[in-house]
């Protein structure tokens, strides 16, 4: 298999959702009046400290494009960090696994293995800035009505730019354990354009080690590797880049990838 190097730049606006696998106990009253936007940025804010608290192992549906894939996660957190591992359950097979240092992909159909450093916080639940407030000029943020998700009750959360430069977001929130039953990424038209259900989860004490190794060691595939090590990237490397961002975004990362020849 043929390899070009590709350079991915990556700017954001501070908020992002990947996969939210965010759990937290809520111990805030709602308001009574109509304006509940202390409420919801108190919720984010301890939804991003959970994510990285809780172990669960669980199944979501995500869609995007037409598509929809179905995967199971198992996340850990202990003294020693984070761990976790997904799992493709439709299309193609492929599992990521993460851990403090790394990220490993497998691709069973290709007989391919990738492995690169891991980001700090880079897992696969929701990115929010801590405080929500670094953000909280740019979104509008309140509690809706309820909703039933997985036959669970749930807080509807909106979160809702205050411009046509950021995608908005609503949440559906578990009323009793906090956990994050589903979310929408929606354009500037309103229109959902990235889905998170998830179907089953169970919150638990401790992730067996065994849950988070691979179903495939990868022996005799061929392993590829994107650390810096063996591919340095330079802060000026990149070749192009934006000299008139709207406010509130940054350059947030930048890496330089091995990917096959005929990738897009």
Known sequence: MKLRNKFVIKYRSGIRILLPVLLVTLSFPLAAEQDTSEQARQLINEMSRATRELNYDGIFVY??????????IIHKADKN????????????????????NSVTCIFPDN?????????????????????????????????GSKDRVAGRNTWIVNIVPKDDFRYGYQLWIDDK??????????????????????????????????????????KGYTWY????????????????????????????????QTVAENST
């Open 63 to 72: 869609r995007r494009d037409g598509r929809m894939d179905t995967m199971r």
């Open 81 to 100: 960090g984070e761990q976790e591992r997904m799992v493709a359950l439709t299309g193609y097979a492929r599992e990521v696994i993460r851990n403090n």
């Open 111 to 143: 007989q391919a293995v990738m492995v690169e450093k891991s980001h700090p916080r880079k897992f696969l639940a929701a990115q929010l800035p801590e405080p929500i407030e670094k953000i909280a000029d740019f979104y509008s943020f309140s509690i």
């Open 177 to 218: 354990s906090g956990l994050l039953l589903k979310s929408e990424l929606k354009n500037n038209k309103g229109r959902p354009v990235e889905q998170i259900l998830f179907t089953h989860l169970n919150i638990v004490k401790e992730i067996p080690q065994q849950l988070l190794k691979p179903a495939i060691s990868g």
């Open 225 to 256: 590797s994107g650390s810096s090590e063996e591919m340095p990237v330079s802060s000026g490397s990149h070749l192009w880049t934006v000299m008139d961002m709207p406010d509130g975004f940054i350059l947030s990362d930048f890496e330089k």
